[in-house]
C-alpha cells in the first residue's frame, strides 16, 4: 500500500505554491518541514483530495485518488491547520458528532471514542466543553477527531502551532503511538517536533522538495560543515555578516559563535557536530522559522 505522488504541482494563477514533486510514502511517520508558505498545507491539502493538482497525480494502491474518491477519503484521517470545532460541544459530544459525519455506527461510533479519549488523555475531561480546552487540548482533540475512522493514513498540518514544551512533548510521543501500521504525515517549521520521531523527513522550499531521508542520511549528506569559535565583540560582528551563524553566546573571554562553513571561519575554530537544526538553518537560511532548541 503506497502512496505515489508523480509530478505533483498546483499553480495559483501562475504561481507554483508546489511544484513538480515526485515522491513515494507506505507505513511510518513522515516529517514535512518547511517555512511558512513552502506549500506544506497546499501539498497536504491535495493529498486530501480538498484541492485538484494543476497537473500531476497520486495514487493510493495504483489508483488515482481523485477518482477513488470516498473509498480513499474512508481511509484518511485529516488535522487542518485550523480546525473547525464546536465551542459548545462537549469533547465527547464533538467526537462523536464527527463519528456521526464519517458515518460510524453509534455502538461503534462510542466504543472508539472512549477509546482514543484514553488514548490522547482526555477522558477526565470528556464533559467539558471545547472552548474551555487548553490549547494542548484542543489539539488532542483534533487529532482523536482524526483518529475516529481508524485510518491508514493520518494527515496532520502543523499540529504542535502553539503548544508549550510539555505538550509538544507528549503529542510527540502520541503520534508516535498512533503510527503503528499507518503512514503519518505531519507538517511543521519546527525540527525538534520530527527529530525524534519522524522515519522519513522531507525539506519543503518554495513548492519542491529540496531533500529527503533519515535524519542521518540528511546529517551524512549535509553540505556544509558546522564550527565552534570563541572572539572579540568586532571579529563577531564580522563573522556574523560573513557566514551563516546557528547560534551566538556572550562570554566573558568573548563571543563564542555556531557557523555553518565548508572551511574554518577563523584558524582557531573548532569542526563541531552537526545537528538537523543546523542543517534546516542551512537549507532555509534567514527565512528559517521558529526553532525550539530547548527540546
Ligand atoms: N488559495 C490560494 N491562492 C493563492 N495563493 C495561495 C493559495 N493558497 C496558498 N497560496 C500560496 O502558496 C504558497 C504556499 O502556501 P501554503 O499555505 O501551502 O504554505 P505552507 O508551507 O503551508 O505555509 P504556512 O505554514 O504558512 O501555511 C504561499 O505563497 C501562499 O501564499
Redesign the pocket.
Known amino acids: 500500500m503506497a502512496l505515489i505522488l508523480d509530478g505533483l504541482t498546483k499553480t ?2 501562475s ?1 507554483p ?1 508546489v511544484n513538480n514533486l515526485s515522491y513515494t510514502m507506505d507505513t511510518g511517520v513522515y516529517g514535512l518541514l ?1 517555512v ?8 497536504m491539502r491535495m493529498l486530501c483530495t480538498l484541492l485538484t493538482p494543476t497537473s500531476g497525480t497520486i495514487t493510493w494502491d495504483g489508483q488515482d485518488i481523485f477518482s477513488l474518491g470516498s473509498a480513499y477519503r474512508n481511509l484518511l484521517g485529516y488535522l487542518p ?1 485550523d480546525f473547525g470545532y464546536y465551542p459548545d460541544f462537549s469533547v465527547q459530544d464533538y467526537l462523536l458528532y464527527i463519528a456521526s459525519i464519517k458515518g460510524l455506527r453509534p455502538a461503534t461510533a462510542r466504543q472508539r471514542m472512549q477509546n482514543l479519549l484514553e488514548q490522547v488523555g482526555l477522558t477526565q475531561v470528556r464533559r467539558q466543553k471545547m472552548k474551555k480546552l487548553s490549547g494542548g487540548m484542543k489539539r488532542r482533540a483534533g487529532i482523536a477527531q482524526a483518529m475516529l475512522n481508524d485510518p491508514k493514513i493520518l494527515i496532520l498540518d ?1 499540529p504542535t502551532a502553539g503548544l508549550d514544551p510539555k505538550e509538544r512533548i507528549r503529542f510527540r510521543n502520541l503520534i508516535s503511538e498512533l503510527a503503528e501500521n499507518r503512514l503519518v504525515l505531519l ?1 511543521t ?1 519546527i525540527v525538534s517536533d520530527v527529530e525524534y520521531i519522524a522515519d522519513q523527513i522531507l525539506l519543503m522550499k518554495d513548492g519542491s522538495l529540496v531533500h529527503h531521508g533519515t535524519s542521518q542520511q540528511l546529517l551524512a549528506a549535509a553540505p556544509t560543515q558546522v564550527w565552534t569559535c570563541t572572539v572579540p565583540r568586532a571579529q563577531a560582528d564580522q563573522l556574523l555578516h560573513q557566514y551563516p551563524v546557528v547560534n551566538l553566546k556572550t562570554l566573558p573571554q568573548g563571543v563564542q559563535l555556531r557557523v555553518l562553513s565548508q572551511t574554518p571561519p577563523t584558524p582557531e575554530a573548532h569542526p563541531a557536530e552537526m545537528t538537523l537544526e543546523d542543517l534546516f538553518l542551512h537549507y532555509f537560511g534567514e527565512t528559517a522559522g521558529e526553532t525550539d532548541a530547548a527540546l
Request: glycine share 18%; no cysteine; aromatic share 12%.
Open positions: 495559483f494563477s504561481f505554491a518547511g511558512n508558505g513552502a506549500g506544506k498545507t497546499t501539498l491547520q502543523e507538517s517549521h
